[in-house]
């Protein structure tokens, strides 16, 4: 037997880990330096580590009252109430749990081109088709309601990335509400914030209160360093509380990931280093870096190299690994990580050596 037929489904082509390029180029892990993920520079929160230390003997019980304290203090934060969090494995799992909870076999959804590829994967698992609306190069990446709503036609999801990866460039709140309000009363207009901590934009989820179709995705990925903990939340309608304990995993984050959230979101010293540094990175790499950038809003930066995987394949031999984004529909282009200062110095010395 078989599984189901996949064949419009693509996989997910993450950056490639330090492990399996420094075996592939036989190189000592340490000396390479790797910008291609959009991790944080700075590795974990510490007060997450010690953290995920102390409850490490606490893992044979089931998540229960973490969970509980997360969504709390999460909901404290936002502004909304506990049920109106829904935690996941990762932001990409609180997108899976949206689509769930929305498509039917049938619907459409709107997602970016270019654009986060896990919208479009997660909206077919879950039987819906795609259609996209561009982020148009030729005006620098601008988000508009326009164009969004020019491209929408009755879609049941409106994917939005504010800051949009991997471009860098933002979406006004005015504009989600646009959105929101332009679309049909059956469209969740989705914000997606994995990058939010890097911007001085204020969040949409102020929106969730007002309205009764907007949620926004956020991530501990990014901001607090903890991407391999997988632990990300959407922020949603007071409405939904019933949807999200119908369709969500049972203990959807586990007890170290809830744990190291709450400790992660005291940490402030770690996310003010991480934000600082990224703020410094980009105006380096856009005032250093030998091709054309683009402004950013996220830990990361755009840049036009000509010919992006060639130029990522020969910075990875020089031990700088960036990601190539032609798997984003940008051939032209690769997207550098915000490093420490000495790792983004590096990075830029070995790319204005290949360009
Ligand atoms: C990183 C990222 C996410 C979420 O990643 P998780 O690790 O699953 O939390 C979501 N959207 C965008 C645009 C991202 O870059």
């Not at 007060?47 to 909901?75: C, F, G, M, N, T």
């Not at 709107?110 to 479009?120: E, K, N, Q, S, T």
């Not at 105006?283 to 870096?289: A, L, M, R």
Request: proline share 6%; aromatic share 8%; with cysteine.
């Amino acid at each position: 037997m078989h599984p189901r037929d996949l064949s419009d489904h693509v996989a997910y082509e993450a950056g490639r880990g330090i492990e399996e390029v420094a075996r592939e180029l036989g190189l000592d892990p340490d000396d390479l330096i790797k910008l291609s993920s959009n991790e944080n520079a700075f590795g974990p929160a510490p007060k997450a580590v010690e953290a995920i230390q102390e409850y490490a003997p606490s893992v044979h019980s089931y998540p229960k009252s973490s969970a509980a304290d997360l969504r709390e203090r999460l909901a404290e934060i936002n502004g909304v109430d506990p049920g109106q969090i829904w935690l996941a494995n990762g932001g990409d799992g609180a997108l899976d749990y949206l689509a769930r909870a929305f498509l039917t076999p049938g619907d459409d959804v709107l997602v970016p081109r270019p654009g986060f590829a896990y919208y479009a994967m997660s909206a077919r698992y879950h039987h819906g088709s795609v259609t996209e609306y561009p982020i148009r190069k030729s005006a620098d990446f601008e988000q508009s309601a326009e164009t969004v709503l020019e491209h929408y036609d009755g879609e049941r999801i409106v994917y939005l990335t504010s800051p949009h990866n991997p471009t860098g460039s933002e979406i006004a709140r005015s504009a989600v509400e646009a959105i929101a309000e332009g679309t049909g009363e059956e469209t969740l207009t989705l914000v997606d914030e994995a990058y939010i901590e890097f911007s001085e934009s204020p969040s949409a989820a102020g929106l969730v209160g007002k309205r009764e179709d907007v949620a926004v995705l956020r991530t501990f990925s990014k901001a607090y360093g903890l991407a391999g903990l997988r632990l990300g939340y959407a922020v949603v309608p007071p409405a939904w509380a019933d949807a999200y304990a119908r369709v969500n995993t049972p203990f959807a984050a586990s007890e170290i990931a809830c744990r190291a959230g709450l400790a992660a979101l005291e940490d402030d010293a770690h996310v003010e280093e991480t934000v600082e540094t990224a703020a410094w990175a980009r105006e380096y790499v856009s005032g250093t870096i030998e091709c054309p950038t683009w402004e950013s809003a996220g830990n990361f930066v755009l840049c036009e190299v000509g010919d992006g995987s060639e130029i990522a394949d020969a910075a990875q031999r020089e031990g700088i690994i960036v990601r190539d984004t032609t798997s984003f529909g940008l051939p032209e282009c690769v997207r550098i990580t915000c490093g420490t200062r000495p790792e983004t110095k590096r990075a830029v010395e070995v790319l204005n050596g290949l360009l």
